[in-house]
């Protein structure tokens, strides 16, 4: 049987003759360009030793000196750390750590030395560190409402990812919502000095104003946003907010809120204006009611002074001297089989 018309244009469309699918492939074809074909200039360097061994050497001897510096920055860092989740539990209740910090009929304060290693210089800052508390987790990072925390009248409108802490029992919203703020942190500290001489204590303040960042306090916690209903459902989770103060002044919820990347962390909990001297004792008494004995967490305070890098961190300056080490290595390398197997006369000709 022969073709119909329009198997005969298909194949004719096909086989790239001058029917209508020869004409269409024409028009869709790109016009010719230096940019279409990849004709454009361009620097292609040739990679030959002598080009690749100074070029190596110069990157070594700037990463090398980067590098120590940042590790003598980090050095002049005074850090003293001390972990008390455990320090502060009862003997007899250590074989039962959750049911201690649930009973809210047992004490828990305690009083822990701490011991200056090297003189610190006023600002000291304070922290505390948390183990295993991967505020990163999906579910966890996106419980929270921001648009209910800038504006008091989205708290209801915008708490559709704040469940389980979304709404009380008799439906009315919490404000602030979600699983970030009701974890908030609780522990408290108080510091205080021993003098060497006298033997008396002096009572530090500790500033807890300026913790948070500015753009926080400005532009995400609103000026007319008050916590409403907060920790008062079935579950209670960290510490509570000051109902009469709005969300922009509670800088303690601002400094929780920026949620940490890695399961081990610090933030900021206040910092000392006054100067401490090397071997002084610091009397500090802790108030241990956060419960992360129920994911085996720890729990530790931290007091830092400040360089030029912030705190003490010697990752940057081991990652240039590793840098500029392994650079100075290749280049020994490659001067070494140079030397070794020398370039044949075609190869002198690529320089």
Same mark, same amino acid.
């Given at each position: 049987?022969?073709? !119909?018309?329009?198997?005969?244009?298909?194949?004719?469309?096909?086989?790239?003759?001058?029917?209508?699918?020869?004409?269409?492939?024409?028009?869709?074809?790109?016009?010719?360009?230096?940019?279409?074909?990849?004709?454009?200039?361009?620097?292609?360097?040739?990679?030959?030793?002598?080009?690749?061994?100074?070029?190596?050497?110069?990157?070594?001897?700037?990463?090398?000196? $980067?590098?120590?510096?940042?590790?003598?920055?980090?050095?002049?860092?005074?850090?003293?750390?001390?972990?008390?989740?455990?320090?502060?539990?009862?003997?007899?209740?250590?074989?039962?750590?959750?049911?201690?910090?649930?009973?809210?009929?047992?004490?828990?304060?305690?009083?822990?030395?701490?011991?200056?290693?090297?003189?610190?210089?006023?600002? $000291?800052?304070?922290?505390?560190?948390?183990?295993?508390?991967?505020?990163?987790?999906?579910?966890?990072?996106?419980?929270?409402?921001?648009?209910?925390?800038?504006?008091?009248?989205?708290?209801?409108?915008?708490?559709?990812?704040?469940?389980?802490?979304?709404?009380?029992?008799?439906?009315?919203?919490?404000?602030?919502?979600?699983?970030?703020?009701?974890?908030?942190?609780?522990?408290?500290?108080?510091?205080?000095?021993?003098?060497?001489?006298?033997?008396?204590?002096?009572?530090?303040?500790?500033?807890?104003?300026? $913790?948070?960042?500015?753009?926080?306090?400005?532009?995400?916690?609103?000026?007319?946003?008050?916590?409403?209903?907060?920790?008062?459902?079935?579950?209670?989770?960290?510490?509570?907010?000051?109902?009469?103060?709005?969300?922009?002044?509670?800088?303690?919820?601002?400094?929780?809120?920026?949620?940490?990347?890695?399961?081990?962390?610090?933030?900021?909990?206040?910092?000392?204006?006054?100067?401490?001297?090397?071997?002084?004792?610091?009397?500090?008494?802790?108030?241990?009611?956060?419960?992360?004995?129920?994911?085996?967490?720890?729990?530790?305070? !931290?007091?830092?002074?400040?360089?030029?890098?912030?705190?003490?961190?010697?990752?940057?300056?081991?990652?240039?001297?590793?840098?500029?080490?392994?650079?100075?290595?290749?280049?020994?390398?490659?001067?070494?089989?140079?030397?070794?197997?020398?370039?044949?006369?075609?190869?002198?000709?690529?320089?």
């Amino acid at each position: 049987m022969p073709p !119909v018309n329009g198997a005969a244009a298909a194949a004719g469309a096909s086989s790239g003759g001058d029917g209508p699918g020869a004409a269409v492939t024409k028009r869709n074809k790109p016009r010719y360009s230096a940019f279409t074909q990849q004709q454009l200039p361009a620097c292609k360097p040739i990679l030959a030793p002598h080009m690749v061994i100074p070029v190596l050497i110069f990157v070594g001897l700037i990463c090398i000196p $980067i590098g120590l510096a940042c590790i003598a920055a980090s050095n002049k860092v005074v850090e003293v750390v001390y972990r008390y989740d455990a320090k502060c539990v009862p003997p007899n209740m250590l074989h039962n750590k959750v049911a201690y910090i649930q009973n809210a009929s047992i004490d828990k304060t305690c009083t822990i030395i701490l011991k200056v290693p090297r003189d610190m210089k006023r600002p $000291i800052f304070i922290y505390y560190q948390l183990d295993k508390f991967y505020q990163n987790h999906r579910r966890y990072a996106t419980s929270r409402s921001d648009a209910q925390l800038r504006d008091p009248k989205q708290a209801a409108a915008s708490t559709e990812l704040c469940k389980p802490e979304a709404y009380v029992a008799n439906g009315s919203p919490i404000v602030p919502c979600g699983l970030v703020a009701w974890s908030i942190f609780n522990d408290t500290y108080s510091f205080a000095r021993r003098r060497r001489r006298s033997g008396h204590t002096e009572a530090l303040t500790v500033i807890k104003s300026g $913790i948070s960042w500015r753009s926080d306090r400005e532009h995400l916690f609103g000026k007319n946003v008050f916590p409403k209903n907060f920790q008062n459902g079935s579950l209670v989770g960290g510490g509570q907010l000051d109902p009469t103060k709005p969300l922009s002044e509670q800088e303690d919820l601002m400094v929780w809120m920026r949620t940490a990347a890695l399961p081990r962390f610090r933030k900021l909990y206040g910092r000392v204006e006054a100067d401490l001297g090397a071997g002084e004792l610091l009397a500090v008494a802790v108030r241990n009611s956060y419960n992360s004995y129920s994911f085996d967490g720890r729990k530790a305070v !931290v007091l830092s002074t400040a360089g030029l890098l912030g705190g003490r961190n010697a990752f940057l300056g081991r990652a240039y001297v590793v840098t500029g080490v392994a650079c100075f290595a290749l280049a020994l390398i490659l001067t070494l089989l140079c030397l070794v197997f020398p370039m044949k006369e075609e190869h002198l000709h690529l320089r």
